[in-house]
């Protein structure tokens, strides 16, 4: 009987390894294939979508800034009628209640306010619902 004679298997070159390593990444990248058969028209397309997006998403942030403005704006109007409604309450507590009058009108002004009170908490309410809107 005649024995086979072993073969041999040489290492690869660098070179060699280097092109099989590129042939590999060529041909799993998920890309391969999209990217080279792009044309200039689709390109530009491309780039014009950004570009609109971009634009869009600017467009969005200025309209984001204006209604910040605008609640920073509400939240000082509502500063202002809180002061109004403690000047008023500070004013009622050193009124001197003298006759029963006196007293009917202290009341009738102690609910004024607490109605003004109400409706600066709707305010608050309302500024607090937008506010986690944004």
């Known amino acids: ?3 086979r004679k072993k073969r041999v298997r040489h290492k690869a070159t660098t070179a060699q390894r280097a092109v099989r390593c590129s042939n590999r990444t060529r041909h799993t990248t ?3 294939g999209i990217i080279e058969t792009l044309d200039m028209a689709s390109t530009q397309a491309i780039l014009n979508a950004i570009d609109g997006l971009r634009r869009e998403i600017n467009g969005l942030r200025r309209e984001i800034d204006g209604l910040r403005r605008e609640m920073h704006q509400n939240i000082s109007g509502l500063r202002q009628d809180i002061d ?3 000047t008023r309450l500070g004013a009622v507590a050193l009124l001197q209640v003298g006759s029963k009058a006196d007293r009917e009108s202290l009341h009738d002004d ?3 306010i607490c109605g003004e009170l109400h409706h600066v908490h709707e305010k608050i309410d ?3 619902a937008q506010h ?3």
Do not use: I, K, Q, S
């Open 1 to 3: 009987m005649m024995c």
């Open 30 to 32: 998920p890309t391969h």
């Open 84 to 86: 109004g409604v403690d």
């Open 110 to 112: 102690v609910a004024e």
């Open 126 to 128: 309302a500024v607090a």
């Open 132 to 134: 986690a809107v944004l």
